[in-house]
């Protein structure tokens, strides 16, 4: 390992170290939840939590957001929110006699979308510009968004009256699709606790500088990847669209996510080299919402993440050249 390899890999590891240890005064039991945030945040990606009302969803990203000192802006997403709800509006200064261009919630750091499954296609639309070209475009003009811009989208799995799924096109936009999970009893007992008196969130103070994720994102880039897990990668979405149980298997943007993923969590573990396991442990965040199940074979109760725990079982790991 070069010595400035060295010490770029450091400098993250203590990056992700910091932040994950303020945030888990708040959420209490969740320290591989936090690491893929940080590892979407390092590869300025976005996240769709898919879990049951209640389970910290909202107190995550707050926690987030104040641990990078960012600016953080909630959406709520509903029927009848509009495009310009979300990016912003062209509003006529009656003092200049100008139009003047009023940012929408778009404009932060950290932006959460809550129940994004409630929003019109329409309104849905309205973030994949800002998701995809972290941009936006009003009135004929396009502005940029700040940086880091980290989506945190929620929708509630279990309730699906008057919600509008998001398309592929979209879901295909998030780095990773992950369920933050119930607390263990012990852990549930230690949250009680926690919260008792004063909410920790409110005492929650910055701990590493949020305007320094670029910079160290641009150093994931240097960790390496041997030409085997390369191969290994490719081979894993290639064969999600072999596979006779799947309508559309993993784009060429999962195997993109795969790799940069990868990246992020050898340096989040103190490594500038990628290990199978950093591979394999992001496969069921990176590659199941990027796949459709065909209906027969969801009939019989095949899922996309029973699949691809398959696939890595038959996907030998030393491939040599890419078919």
């Known amino acids: 390992m070069r010595s400035e390899e060295k010490l770029a890999v450091e400098e993250i590891q203590r990056f992700a170290q910091k932040v994950s240890a303020n945030v888990e005064r708040v959420i209490v039991g969740k320290q591989d939840v936090v690491e893929v945030l940080i590892i979407a945040l390092l590869c300025e990606g976005h996240v769709l939590l898919e879990d049951v009302p209640g389970v910290g969803k909202t107190m995550l990203a707050r926690a987030l957001a ?12 509903t029927p009848d929110l509009l495009p310009s709800d979300i990016t912003g509006v062209s509003v006529f200064n009656q003092e200049t ?15 959460l979308a809550d129940e994004i499954n ?10 994949l510009e800002c998701m995809g070209e972290r941009q936006v475009t009003v009135d004929g003009v396009t502005r940029p968004l700040p940086r880091p811009f980290l989506v945190l989208a929620t929708q509630n799995p279990i309730e699906y009256e008057g919600t509008f799924p998001l398309p592929e096109a979209q879901l295909d936009r998030f780095l990773f699709k992950l369920s933050v ?23 929650l103070e910055k701990v590493v500088d ?37 309508t559309l298997g993993a784009s060429p943007r999962g ?11 050898a340096a989040l573990h103190g490594r500038d080299y990628v290990l199978p396991d950093d591979i394999q442990a992001l496969v069921p965040l990176a590659l199941p919402h990027r796949c459709i199940v065909n209906p027969e074979s969801a009939l019989r109760g095949r899922t996309a993440q029973a699949i691809l725990a398959e696939i890595m079982e038959q996907t030998p790991l030393d491939l040599g050249d890419v078919d």
């Open 118 to 127: 409630r929003a019109t296609p329409r309104a849905q639309a309205a973030l």
């Open 255 to 265: 195997a993109l996510a795969l790799y940069r993923g990868a990246q992020a969590r």
């Open 66 to 77: 104040l641990s990078l000192d960012a600016d953080f802006r909630r959406l709520q997403c």
């Open 210 to 246: 949020g305007a320094e994720i670029p910079r160290l994102a641009e150093q994931v880039w240097q960790v390496r990847v041997d030409e085997s897990l390369r191969n290994y990668i490719v081979a894993l979405t290639q064969a999600t669209r072999r596979h006779p149980d799947l």
């Open 97 to 111: 006699r100008q139009f003047q261009f009023v940012p929408g919630p778009a404009f932060t750091h950290i932006l």
């Open 181 to 203: 999970g119930y607390l263990s009893p012990e852990q549930e007992s230690q949250m009680l606790v926690n919260l008792g008196q004063r909410h920790p969130i409110e005492t």
